[in-house]
């Protein structure tokens, strides 16, 4: 999916005062699935309001957990990529939910983006909705969604992404394994994402 030019435009005001260290807030940590001494690590960078990124997770990721990340060839980590306010807005909320709860919360996002991303109502409000099935308050949602600091801290960590890895569109995945990451953009078949696995763990 392009990036969408408004959420660019809004870079250098959302920057403009520190965002927080990753190392000093624990909702800045990893979040991943999978073995931590796996021999090949996939970075996957997305964004919760990406229709690529939703077809990504419905029709491969399943298949992709339960050969590779199950079976203990990869371990499996999520980077926010945001593409637009909404999407901040929902990183933000899953990022404020405890680290169990990560990874089944961005999936029912991801799986119901039409749902509350695509809504003829209020998005956020939808939103909301599907934070409150997560277990969060709506006083939580709101100060999760109301968090500047922690705002600026994922859209750092995506100009790193888009500096470190080249990263211009969503989902792109990088393949770290005994070699130089290799970095592929885009939705992939299995087939795919499994070749170049085996080519990152061959180095």
Known sequence: MPLVRRTVLALPALLATPALAQGTDPRLGERGIGKPDAPVTVTEFFSLTCSHCAAFHRDIFPKVKAEL???????????DFPLDQLALAAACVARNLPPERYEGFIGALLSNQDRWAFTRGDPREELAKMAALAGMSRAKYDEAIGDEALKRAILAERLTAEKQ????????FSFKGRGAPVNQSGNMAFERFQQLVEEAKRG
């Open 69 to 79: 990340v199950d079976k203990g060839a990869i371990r499996m980590v999520w980077r």
């Open 165 to 172: 890895y080249n990263v211009s569109a969503t989902p792109s």
